[in-house]
């Protein structure tokens, strides 16, 4: 018959256990990455679909549906934080947080705009999906498809953060929306001797539905 293992043993090995299953659920916990896009995506078309003259009448209720939208999946001051580039560190608290702000309200109307002003048939989250090259880094390809039948494909970076995925980038159509938007805050500040408020104060990135139409580099 086996001795029971000695106390302090005992308690190392529930220690550990404990700590090896802590660092699990972090991938568990809420859906996966393919999911929470899919969910939102569907949620918010449901939501529009059928709707988008009424909606092109009505702007701001369109613009409180996005936000609504986004607002549990995009991780906005990751984003923030991104776009101003070597120019965060410098920034003060105030200005960061006025920046997170203002980058989700011009981002919201961007994309109220595109709804209602994009001809497309058909937004889809692809049913295949590349393998997840880190644990904590995913992305998720979808596709629009125009009435004409072109398909414009759309890829989403998330990562993951205190166990939740959140988005932290989107590619449309070979163009990167993040290092496009981190390279106009650059020019912004080279133009503005590099005043943190007018730049703030001043932003409106320079991204039209018709340049997402001709793609780029991503």
Same mark, same amino acid.
């Given at each position: ?47 529009? /679909?059928?709707?988008? @003259? ?19 999946? @995009? ?122 408020? @007018? ?10 539905? /018709? /340049? ?7």
């Amino acid at each position: 018959m086996t001795a029971n293992p000695p106390l302090p043993r005992l308690l190392g090995v529930l220690t550990t256990l404990a700590l090896m299953l802590a660092a699990l659920p972090a991938l568990a916990q809420g859906p996966s990455p393919e999911q929470l896009i899919r969910n939102s995506v569907d949620e918010l078309m449901a939501r529009i /679909e059928g709707r988008e @003259a009424y909606f092109s009448e009505h702007p701001r209720e369109l613009e409180a549906i996005v936000d609504e939208s986004l607002a549990d999946v @995009a991780d906005f001051r990751y984003i923030g934080a991104s776009v101003m580039g070597r120019y965060f560190r410098n920034a003060t608290p105030a200005q960061r947080s006025r920046f997170v702000d203002t980058f989700r309200q011009t981002l919201i109307d961007t994309y109220a705009k595109g709804l209602v002003t994009f001809d497309y048939r058909e937004v889809r989250v692809l049913d295949s999906q590349e393998a997840a090259r880190y644990e904590d880094q995913a992305s998720v390809a979808m596709e629009i498809v125009a009435n004409d039948g072109t398909v414009y494909p759309v890829s989403y970076t998330l990562r993951l953060d205190d166990g939740q995925w959140r988005v932290v980038n989107v590619i449309v159509n070979g163009i990167n929306l993040g290092l496009t938007f981190r390279n106009q805050f650059d020019q912004a500040m080279r133009d503005q001797n590099r005043d943190y408020d @007018a730049v703030i104060d001043g932003w409106a990135p320079e991204l039209e539905v /018709e /340049e997402l139409e001709q793609g780029g580099e991503a």
